[in-house]
C-alpha cells in the first residue's frame, strides 16, 4: 500500500499451491500431479510468467522486483539461469534473502535428515499441512487469549528468530490466519535438502533419478555468479531462516554490482510484521525506487 500511495503501479505475486494461487487450467488440487513441484518449478516457469505478463500489459522494458525469503530464493533462481528474464528486471531487492541454507537455525533442521519418502508417508503427496490447519487453530486459540499468546509469539520466534519488541501481537490473529499459506510437500522436501546438503541446487531425486531429470547422478547446482541483475540485499540479525553466515557465504558468490544491510535485532518476519518496518526499512526503499 505505500508503494502504491507513492504512485508505483504495484502487481503483488503469490507462489504457487498456496491458499491464493491454486487454479490451473487441467489439474485439480485434489490431483498429485498438481503438487508435482518445488522452487525450481517456481523459478523456470512462474518468475518469467509473470514478468513477461507485467511487461506485456504495461508496456514497460523493465521493472522492480521485490522478493521476500522464498520470493528471493526463486528471484535468484530464476535471473540466473535466465538472462532473457534478468534483463527484464532493472533492481532486485532482496529482502530476509534465501539461496544457502546449511546455517539456518530452525526446526526445520531437524526435519532435513527425514528421507524424502518419509516426508510423502508422514504428509502425503500433495500440499503440505493442507487448510494450513496448525495456524488457523492457533489463530482461533492461542493468538487470541491473553494468557495463551505467549505460547503463539514463541512459536512464531521459535521458526524465524527473536524480536518480541518489534511484534504488534493485537495484530497476531490476523497475521496467522493468512501466513503461512501452504506449499507442496516436494518443496518441503527441496527446503530439507538444501538445509541438510548447504547447497544451492536443484531438487534431488537420488542417482536414478537425477539421471533421468538431468543426465547427471547428482542434482545441477545453481549459480548465482551467473546473474547480471544487480541486487540490494536487506539481512537481519536475529533471522534463524536467512541466517547470517549464509547471507554472508552468498554475497562471495555474486559477481552482479550489489549493496548490503544487515538490520540489527529484526528477525525474519520483521521484513513484512515489524512494528518499525515502516521507518527502517519501507521508506528508504520507496526514495530508492524514486530515485
Not at 142 to 156: E, Q, S
Request: charged fraction near 15%.
Amino acid at each position: 500500500f505505500l508503494l502504491a500511495d507513492a504512485g508505483f503501479d504495484v502487481w503483488l505475486g503469490n507462489s504457487r499451491g498456496n491458499t491464493y494461487s491454486r487454479r490451473h487450467k487441467t489439474l485439480s488440487p485434489k490431483n498429485p500431479k498438481f503438487w508435482d513441484w518445488s522452487w525450481d518449478e517456481m523459478a523456470q516457469y512462474d518468475i518469467p510468467a509473470a514478468i513477461d505478463y507485467i511487461i506485456h500489459t504495461t508496456g514497460q522494458q523493465q521493472l522492480y522486483y521485490i522478493g521476500h525469503s522464498q520470493g528471493t530464493l526463486i528471484g535468484f533462481s530464476a535471473f540466473s539461469q535466465n538472462q532473457q528474464i534478468a534483463k527484464k528486471v532493472k533492481l532486485f531487492i532482496a529482502l530476509a534473502p534465501v539461496a544457502y541454507l546449511g546455517h539456518t537455525e530452525t526446526p526445520l533442521k531437524i526435519l532435513a535428515h527425514w528421507p524424502a519418502q518419509v516426508y510423502f508417508d508422514v504428509f502425503g503427496d500433495k500440499d503440505f499441512l493442507p487448510s494450513n490447519w496448525f495456524f488457523k487453530l492457533m489463530a482461533l486459540t492461542a493468538c487470541r487469549d491473553k494468557l495463551t499468546l505467549p505460547i503463539c509469539t514463541n512459536v512464531l520466534f521459535l521458526l524465524c528468530g527473536y524480536d518480541y519488541k518489534n511484534l504488534n501481537q493485537s495484530r497476531l490473529p490476523v497475521y496467522v490466519s493468512h501466513s503461512p499459506a501452504g506449499t507442496s510437500v516436494k518443496n518441503m522436501i527441496h527446503y530439507s535438502q538444501a538445509i541438510k546438503s548447504g547447497k544451492y541446487q536443484k531438487y534431488d531425486y537420488g542417482p536414478v533419478g537425477n539421471k533421468q531429470h538431468y543426465g547427471q547422478k547428482t542434482p545441477p547446482q545453481y549459480d548465482v555468479g551467473n546473474m547480471k541483475t544487480p541486487v540490494l540485499l536487506y539481512s537481519a540479525v536475529n533471522d534463524w531462516l536467512a541466517d547470517p553466515k549464509d547471507v554472508s557465504y552468498l554475497k562471495t558468490q555474486l559477481h552482479t554490482r550489489y549493496n548490503s544491510t544487515e538490520i540489527p535485532k529484526w528477525n525474519h518476519l520483521d521484513f513484512t510484521w515489524g512494528i518499525d518496518a515502516g521507518k527502517i526499512l519501507y521508506s528508504q526503499l520507496i526514495q530508492i525506487l524514486k530515485s
